[in-house]
């Protein structure tokens, strides 16, 4: 269904083709229910295959093994981009880069055992928090809740599995991600709340000027989206 829907995009309006546009991305933005999934599936990775039909810019995804590392690409010129979610990681970018408008606006969540009192991370000082091993949450934590032992794993799966199994006292991310796969696999057992002192969710690409046109037109392109295309993904 998405791919038919991807085609059918292609078909009805070819693309001025623009050169490669080389994006670098963290561990959070390479999970598989994030940029790192198929198309197939629907999501983030659907939306940017859409674009790219529509809008003629190829993605080059460069994945980095820390968010750190992403913006370090930026900043050696190594890329044309990198995408962020979270509005502390503003603070690692080159004062050079233009910030997009957001391509995806959310909100963070956590998640607790149903049994447990944890609604803040204000609450959760020297409690175990799981979240993506090197990725925005991480860097998020450290810089503005250094009593949280963080508790860094591969995946958003991982994280639930370690909350489930007593590992960790709470999973930080972001409410697209962890509330389904929380009702999904884990609705017995653990809750979600919103994380009312955690960061808000906006997905934004930090880009070098000259290539800043490209991503605004990737921005127009999404909200020209038709409704019908929105369900599909």
Known sequence: MVGACLLALLLAKPPERHAVFRLAIGPQM???????????????????????AIAGVRLDLRHSPSIESAVALLRAGAVDGVAFSLPSTRAMLPTSAVISAPFYTGTSVLVTRRTAVYTSLASLAGRRVAVIDNGEYRAFLARYFPDIEVLPLASPGDMLAALDSGAADAALGADGILVPLTRRDHDAILQVHAARDGPPVELRVASVPSRAVEVSMAHQALLALPSDVHQKI
Request: charged residues 15%; without cysteine; neutral net charge.
């Open 30 to 52: 390479a999970i598989s229910q994030g940029l790192g999934g198929k198309a197939s599936q629907g999501g983030p990775r659907a939306y940017m295959e859409a674009l790219e």
